[in-house]
């Protein structure tokens, strides 16, 4: 068994509710559980961009930050699945065999990643709320992706279909992770003041180390709660796409 979460803590998804703190509270109960495979998969992330942006020539920066947007899609991928893997209560795949069970979704989650970026920017860049509301309404897209593996635009109607009905509860899930990750990076920017740029940039690289787990594992949360809902008011409906670790029964949403 490569991990265990207590029960009152992190039970199945379809007891979570739709509510900012009973979402971000389990998606903490599973960082804390996991916190040696999600940080140690985080330091790798973080130090193959750190070395390109080291080792590469300014003219060659685009590279470095091309590898680092392909690194933190697999990463995201990689919490997905981590979290699927936990609905029963227990994490039974190495951290390799989690990464490597993003490879077959790899390509259309950088699609994703892409399409919904540049829609996003442009909504905030109009007036900002046009924004916020495709933010809210595609906040499980790369799950959708992960687990589902529709197509790019299919896996964004599809969010939407999730989060139709509790979308001022998943917007105050976004917004009180945002504020949860500008605290700990304030805390950090506070701790540096008084140091070199040198070890303003390690500083900063924690941070991002220790806050890369909470989106990922917000949105997949998220995911698994609204899939549950949804499901027990449409019993009826399609099951998720076979587990990518082979034939083994699906976990309990």
């Not at 971000?24 to 999600?38: C, E, M, N, P, V």
């Not at 961009?49 to 470095?64: E, M, R, S, T």
């Not at 635009?153 to 992770?177: K, N």
Request: proline residues 6%.
């Amino acid at each position: 068994m490569a991990g265990h979460l207590d029960d009152t803590q992190t039970g199945a998804a379809s007891a979570v509710e739709i509510r900012p703190g009973s979402i971000i509270g389990r998606a903490f109960a599973i960082y804390k559980d996991q916190a040696a495979t999600l940080l140690g998969a985080a330091v790798i992330v973080f130090a193959i961009q750190f070395l390109l942006a080291l080792l590469l020539p300014n003219g060659l920066l685009f590279i470095a930050g091309i590898a680092a947007f392909v690194v933190s899609i697999f990463y995201q991928g990689m919490v997905v699945n981590l979290v699927r893997d936990v609905q029963d209560g227990r994490r039974d795949h190495s951290m390799g065999e989690l990464f490597s069970a993003v490879a077959p979704v790899a390509l259309p989650l950088i699609g994703l990643a892409i399409v919904a970026g540049i829609a996003i920017s442009i909504g905030f860049v109009l007036i900002i709320i046009p924004g916020l509301i495709l933010l809210t309404i595609w906040a499980v897209a790369a799950p959708v992706m992960v687990i589902e593996h529709p197509g790019v635009f299919t896996a964004l109607g599809r969010s939407r279909e999730l989060v139709r009905g509790y979308g001022w509860q998943v917007f105050g899930t976004i917004l009180l992770v945002a504020l949860i990750e500008i605290a700990v990076y304030l805390v950090f920017v506070i701790i540096g003041i008084a140091f070199s740029d040198a070890i303003r940039a390690v500083l900063n690289w924690i941070a991002a180390t220790l806050t890369a787990p909470i989106v990922a594992l917000t949105s997949s949360v998220l995911y698994f709660a609204l899939l549950a809902t949804k499901e027990q008011a449409a019993p009826a409906a399609a099951p998720p796409a076979p587990s990518p670790f082979g034939n083994e029964t699906q976990p309990g949403v």
